[in-house]
Structure formats: structure tokens, C-alpha cells
């Protein structure tokens, strides 16, 4: 399972409630773009609009080695493909305030490629930093560790 792309400031910036997976509906040149490592899903997230689920504000650039598309959209909206509990669950989830829905990461099932997103609360600034706190007296306790062997 190649991970293609990930968010990584998600688990800093959100606390992550639930997780979710979904197919993308995508193009074939799309597909060749995101297995060569061309997917930027950082400033993404989704909405659900009616019974369906879309992604918005990925860019998914074209592939390379195809001749330059006239009207192609790198950021255009893409349906994510889920079954109708999940769309429930998350018209209840992203109904509630405060809650957002984002993408975590895109990578391959066989053959397929599959988004992971979940529903998130922002963190608070002093969470972030908090955090912070934690990872520097981590790594300065391993530091220590190490020094001392």
C-alpha cells in the first residue's frame, strides 16, 4: 500500500474525531498524476451536498507524459465514493459546529486509489503549543539518554 499523499499539519492543526474511507471518481490521466507522487491534498477538505460527498481544493496537476489538456482544472471538484451510512453519519457530523471534514491521506488499495479523511475539531493555540512542549522534552529526554550510554 504506496502512500501518494498526506496531510501532515492535519494532526497538528485538528484533533481527529472519526475516519473514513473513500474511492475518488477521477479522470485516467489523473490517476497516472497522483501514482507518480503529483497530488497535493494540504489545502483540501470536503463537503456533503445532498447524498453525495465531494473533495475541494486538491490540485491533482497533469500527468507529465500526456500531451497539455485545453480546459483541464488542476483543482476541480471530485465526488468521493462512499455508501449512503457513511453519508449520513457525516451530514450529522458536519452539521454540528465546529466540526470540519478533511482529507488525511490519499494512497493506492490494489489497484484502487482511496482517499482516508476524517471529521475534525480545530485545536486551540495553546493545544498547538502544548504539543510542542511535549515533542521538544521528548526528543531532549532521548538526547540525554543517548549522551549517557
Known amino acids: 500500500m504506496a502512500n ?3 496531510n501532515r499539519k492535519a494532526k497538528f492543526d485538528y484533533e481527529i474525531l472519526d475516519e473514513y474511507e473513500g ?3 477521477l479522470f485516467g490521466h489523473e490517476v497516472k498524476s497522483i501514482r507518480t507522487k503529483g497530488a497535493d491534498i494540504s489545502n483540501a477538505h470536503i463537503i456533503v451536498r445532498g447524498a453525495e460527498v465531494f473533495l475541494i481544493g486538491a490540485n491533482i496537476p497533469v500527468y507529465q507524459n500526456i500531451a497539455a ?9 471530485r465526488k468521493i465514493l462512499v455508501n449512503k451510512k457513511e453519508i ?3 451530514v ?3 452539521s454540528k459546529r465546529g466540526l470540519t471534514i478533511i482529507p488525511i491521506s490519499l494512497y493506492n488499495k490494489g489497484r484502487l486509489i482511496k ?3 476524517a471529521v475534525v475539531k480545530g485545536k486551540k493555540k495553546f493545544d498547538k503549543r502544548e504539543k510542542i512542549k511535549e515533542r521538544d522534552t521528548g526528543r531532549e529526554m532521548q538526547r540525554t539518554l543517548k549522551n549517557s550510554r
Open 4 to 6: 501518494f499523499a498526506e
Open 69 to 77: 489538456l485545453e480546459k483541464y482544472d488542476p483543482a476541480r471538484v
Open 88 to 90: 449520513r453519519e457525516l
Open 115 to 117: 482517499l482516508r479523511f
Open 23 to 25: 474511492g475518488l471518481e
Open 92 to 94: 450529522d457530523q458536519e
